[in-house]
């Protein structure tokens, strides 16, 4: 069975400071993992994923994340949180192209 | 590359009219499409998933005669809303997915409003 959770549905950070985002997931297969940012009022844009290989994913936007199998965990991380960051993000597992198993998301408030 | 568009991105109906909203794969094709649902503030729920030429696989507890999915065409979904009611009013997000990528491509997303 797969599943994912994202600790702490709210997260501010001040302008300039590190962003982390934590996502460990469950998966019963090996997994692709994804980070998706959403807007206000928008559909769900790709931030980065993980399939295979480099354990260090960048993505767009300055955002990484690390592929840790043996801590299950696939944390968002950027070093200097920008205004335009403010959004709700979705970690998620794909063990197949069929299945997309989301986490319950977590608000980012970036204070100026 | 792998765009996905929705019309329309906001509906406004009357409770007990229907709603189509469309889900478009426009530069590629979309061997499976997914539709969501995701209330205020909540993370998106999975409705159906459905495969061209075949019948959606609704999820526990989704009403099959309530939200009609129809997959036409390798680059078409339709999810239509029958006898809307407010209680389903929600923004509705459809994906599409392809054997040669692994992962899905988000709408938009439709935001219905039902009065």
């Known amino acids: 069975a797969q599943s994912v959770t994202q600790l702490g549905s709210h997260v501010s950070v001040s302008e300039g400071a590190l962003v982390l985002l934590r996502c460990n997931y469950s998966s019963s297969v090996p997994p692709y993992l994804f980070w998706y940012v959403q807007y206000p009022n928008q559909g769900l844009q790709l931030l980065l994923k993980y399939t295979t290989g480099a354990t260090l994913v960048k993505g767009i936007n300055g955002f990484e994340a690390e592929f840790k199998k043996s801590e299950t965990s696939f944390h968002l991380t950027k070093p200097s949180a920008h205004m335009s960051d403010a959004a709700e993000y979705f970690c998620?597992?794909?063990?197949?192209?069929?299945?997309?198993?989301f986490g319950t998301g977590t608000r980012l408030t970036v204070i100026p | 590359g792998a765009v996905v568009s929705q019309h329309p991105s906001r509906v406004i109906c009357k409770s007990g009219t229907s709603v189509k909203i469309e889900c478009r794969s426009l530069?590629?094709?979309?061997?499976?499409m997914f539709w969501y649902r995701q209330f205020p503030k909540q993370s998106l729920m999975l409705m159906a998933t459905s495969n061209e030429g075949s019948k959606a696989t609704y999820e526990q507890g989704v009403e099959k005669d309530k939200f009609l999915i129809n997959h036409a065409s390798l680059t078409l979904s339709t999810l239509t809303v029958t006898s809307a009611h407010p209680e389903d009013s929600s923004f509705y997000i459809c994906?599409?997915?392809?054997?040669?990528?692994?992962?899905?491509?988000f709408g938009p997303g439709t935001r219905l409003t039902v009065l």
């Open positions: 530069d590629f094709q979309a061997t499976t």
């Open positions: 998620a597992v794909n063990p197949d192209a069929n299945n997309l198993f």
């Open positions: 994906s599409a997915g392809t054997r040669q990528y692994n992962e899905q491509f």
